[in-house]
């Protein structure tokens, strides 16, 4: 019955072995799978909370550039207004000078009138002759008369001056213009803005399905390691009957060795009182007892 016993139990734990072993070998594959789809799901968490900050960026670009879009459309329209300022008073001036020059018969160039006057007054530094100094003086007092009453020169420069200031008010305008446009470009960031909210959106799926993928191992792995606990237990109980069982082997077998010496010491000594002859066997038999 005993030998039976043990080996029943010799041979559950041989099985309770094979069989963690094989738990031991999906336990240790399920708690990879397992880490490795919580990594994921971590990674992509990280992503997607790029992602929100580059669209909080953007949001806030755009509302910096709106901000500045809207303070150069007024400066761009301020030198708009004085262009067409300047274009208004340039022409009422220039009709003015229109007038004057045929009032005034001027047929040439101001400008070169101006010439004739300085080139008349070099002249008559050198002239010796005094009827032709007579007749520079009566040219130069003639154009200089002109001058006086028409007031050209004074309203040309100040056309001029205008057509300067029309020129540096409409490169301004121009250049706001610019800015304005490469703003609108540079801070266009509605198509930014939609394709990462599309990234979001697939990074959020493929991150649930990472969670799903990581609670689906985790749940396989809590299964193997309870089976695992278990078969752990019963490989203990196993493992104790059977030493217990050992145990009381030994113990029969220590006893039975008892028994035989007793009986063999009890033979000797029977021997030895009807003064037989010993064998060497007899003799280490009382020794042993002796001891």
Request: aromatic share 6%; no cysteine; glycine share 2%.
């Amino acid at each position: 019955m005993q030998e039976s016993q043990k080996q029943g139990l010799t041979t559950d734990k041989d099985n309770l072995f094979r069989e963690i072993s094989r738990l031991k070998k999906q336990l240790t594959h399920f708690n990879e799978k397992k880490e490795f789809w919580f990594k994921k799901k971590e990674d992509l968490k990280g992503d997607i909370k790029k992602q929100i900050q580059q669209i909080k960026e953007i949001k806030l670009k755009t509302d910096e550039s709106n901000i500045s879009v809207v303070d150069m459309k007024k400066e761009r329209d301020k030198y708009n207004d004085e262009v067409s300022r300047l274009i208004k008073e340039i022409t009422k001036l220039n009709l003015q000078k229109r007038e004057i020059f045929e009032k005034y018969k001027i047929t040439e160039d101001p400008y070169k009138v101006q010439k004739h006057i300085e080139d008349i007054e070099k002249k008559l530094e050198t002239e010796t002759s005094f009827e032709n100094e007579k007749k520079l003086m009566k040219r130069l007092n003639a154009l200089k008369s002109i001058y006086r009453e028409s007031k050209i020169k004074e309203l040309i420069e100040h056309i001029d001056k205008l057509n300067k200031q029309l020129k540096e008010s409409r490169k301004k305008a121009n250049e706001f213009h610019k800015k304005i446009i490469a703003t609108a470009v540079d801070t266009n960031g509605y198509a930014t803005f939609i394709d990462l909210s599309r990234k979001i959106n697939d990074l959020r799926t493929e991150q649930e399905n990472a969670f799903s993928k990581f609670i689906e191992y985790k749940k396989e792995f809590l299964k193997v390691n309870d089976l695992l606990k278990n078969l752990l237990k019963q490989s203990n109980e196993v493992s104790t009957k059977l030493n217990e069982v050992k145990h009381k082997e030994a113990q029969r077998k220590e006893e039975s060795i008892r028994q035989i010496i007793r009986q063999k010491t009890q033979n000797v000594l029977e021997k030895f009182k009807k003064k037989k002859k010993l064998t060497t066997e007899d003799i280490i038999i009382l020794q042993g007892q002796q001891k």
